[in-house]
C-alpha cells in the first residue's frame, strides 16, 4: 500500500505548488452568488450555507458552469501537453499530471462550497493535511471508490450538526475515517499508474498524441466531476437537514 499511497502524494504535492490552487470560499461564493442574492441573503450564504438561501437549480446552475469552465481549460491544457512526442515525453507527463490535478481540487474545493461544505483553508489561507485528507475524499468519489463515498457521508453527518465555516482543526488521523482515506489513497496511486501509461502512449505520436491526451482527458474529467457533483447534491440533504432547499423558492 505504502507505494500506491506514495504515488498520490507525489501528484498532489506537485499540483498544489501550481499557483491560485487554494479557493477562498467567501471570496468565491459571494462572486458566483451576487447576481442572485440582496447583499443581506449573500452575507447568510457565506455565514451559513448556501442552500440555506437558495434554490437548489440556482447552485446546480452555478456548479455546472464550473464544472464546463474547468473542463475546457484542462482539455484544452492536456491537449498542448500532449503535442510534443518522443524526447520530450518524459518532461510533459508530470506537467499535464499537475495541470490536470490542479484543476481537480479547484473544481472539487467549488462544488464542495456550494453544496455547503465549509472552507477548506485554516485561519492563513492554507491548506492543512486535514484539507488534503478532504481533497482525496472528494478525489475519490469522482473516481467512484466505495469508501470514498462512504467517508464524505460520514463527515457530512459530522458537519450537519453544527454550522462552521472552516474545516475544524481535527486530526482525521484519530478518527475512524482515517483508515478509509488510507485505503482511498491506495485506489487512486493505482489508478493514476494505470491511467499515466495509457497517456503516456498517446504522446509518443507528434499532433495525433495532443489530440489522444485532450481525449482521454475530456472523456474522464466531466464524467468524474459530475459524479462528484451528484454526490455532494445528496449530502446537501444532510448538511441542511433542518430545511428542505428542494422547496425554497428560486430567488431569481
Same mark, same amino acid.
Given at each position: 500500500?505504502?507505494? *500506491?499511497?506514495?504515488?498520490?502524494?507525489?501528484? /498532489?504535492?506537485?499540483?498544489?505548488?501550481?499557483?491560485?490552487?487554494?479557493?477562498?470560499?467567501?471570496?468565491?461564493?459571494?462572486?458566483?452568488?451576487?447576481?442572485?442574492?440582496?447583499?443581506?441573503?449573500?452575507?447568510?450564504?457565506?455565514?451559513?450555507?448556501?442552500?440555506?438561501?437558495?434554490?437548489?437549480?440556482?447552485?446546480?446552475?452555478?456548479?455546472?458552469?464550473?464544472?464546463?469552465?474547468? &473542463?475546457?481549460?484542462?482539455?484544452?491544457?492536456?491537449?498542448?501537453?500532449? !503535442?510534443?512526442?518522443?524526447?520530450?515525453?518524459?518532461?510533459?507527463?508530470?506537467?499535464?499530471?499537475?495541470?490536470?490535478?490542479?484543476?481537480?481540487?479547484?473544481?472539487?474545493?467549488?462544488?464542495?462550497?456550494?453544496?455547503?461544505?465549509?472552507?477548506?483553508?485554516?485561519?492563513?489561507?492554507?491548506?492543512?493535511?486535514?484539507?488534503?485528507?478532504?481533497? &482525496?475524499?472528494?478525489?475519490?468519489? /469522482? /473516481?467512484?471508490?466505495?469508501?470514498?463515498?462512504?467517508?464524505?457521508?460520514?463527515?457530512?453527518?459530522?458537519?450537519?450538526? *453544527?454550522?462552521?465555516?472552516?474545516?475544524?482543526? /481535527?486530526?482525521?488521523?484519530? &478518527?475512524? !475515517?482515517?483508515?478509509?482515506?488510507?485505503?482511498?489513497?491506495?485506489?487512486?496511486?493505482?489508478?493514476?499508474?494505470?491511467?499515466?501509461?495509457?497517456?503516456?502512449?498517446?504522446?509518443?505520436?507528434?499532433?495525433?498524441?495532443?489530440?489522444?491526451?485532450?481525449?482521454?482527458?475530456?472523456?474522464?474529467?466531466?464524467?468524474?466531476?459530475?459524479?462528484?457533483?451528484?454526490?455532494?447534491?445528496?449530502?446537501?440533504?444532510?448538511?441542511?437537514?433542518?430545511?428542505?432547499?428542494?422547496?425554497?423558492?428560486?430567488?431569481?
Amino acid at each position: 500500500m505504502a507505494n *500506491e499511497v506514495s504515488i498520490w502524494n507525489k501528484v /498532489m504535492s506537485s499540483a498544489m505548488t501550481v499557483p491560485g490552487v487554494k479557493v477562498d470560499r467567501e471570496s468565491f461564493l459571494r462572486k458566483e452568488f451576487s447576481l442572485y442574492c440582496s447583499a443581506e441573503q449573500l452575507d447568510k450564504v457565506i455565514s451559513i450555507r448556501p442552500s440555506e438561501v437558495l434554490s437548489k437549480n440556482i447552485i446546480d446552475r452555478v456548479a455546472n458552469s464550473c464544472i464546463n469552465s474547468h &473542463t475546457t481549460k484542462v482539455t484544452a491544457l492536456s491537449t498542448l501537453a500532449g !503535442i510534443p512526442g518522443g524526447l520530450t515525453m518524459a518532461a510533459t507527463v508530470p506537467a499535464d499530471m499537475a495541470q490536470y490535478y490542479w484543476h481537480v481540487f479547484v473544481l472539487a474545493q467549488k462544488l464542495a462550497y456550494l453544496y455547503g461544505f465549509p472552507d477548506l483553508r485554516d485561519e492563513n489561507g492554507d491548506l492543512s493535511d486535514s484539507a488534503c485528507d478532504m481533497l &482525496t475524499i472528494f478525489v475519490g468519489v /469522482m /473516481m467512484g471508490v466505495a469508501q470514498a463515498n462512504m467517508a464524505i457521508r460520514m463527515l457530512s453527518e459530522k458537519f450537519a450538526k *453544527e454550522v462552521i465555516k472552516r474545516l475544524p482543526r /481535527m486530526a482525521l488521523t484519530k &478518527t475512524a !475515517i482515517y483508515p478509509l482515506i488510507k485505503q482511498i489513497a491506495k485506489w487512486i496511486g493505482i489508478s493514476l499508474t494505470k491511467s499515466s501509461f495509457a497517456k503516456a502512449l498517446g504522446k509518443v505520436i507528434p499532433i495525433v498524441g495532443g489530440a489522444i491526451s485532450g481525449g482521454l482527458t475530456l472523456a474522464t474529467f466531466r464524467p468524474q466531476a459530475k459524479r462528484l457533483q451528484k454526490k455532494l447534491q445528496e449530502q446537501m440533504c444532510v448538511l441542511n437537514s433542518n430545511a428542505s432547499e428542494y422547496n425554497k423558492e428560486d430567488l431569481r
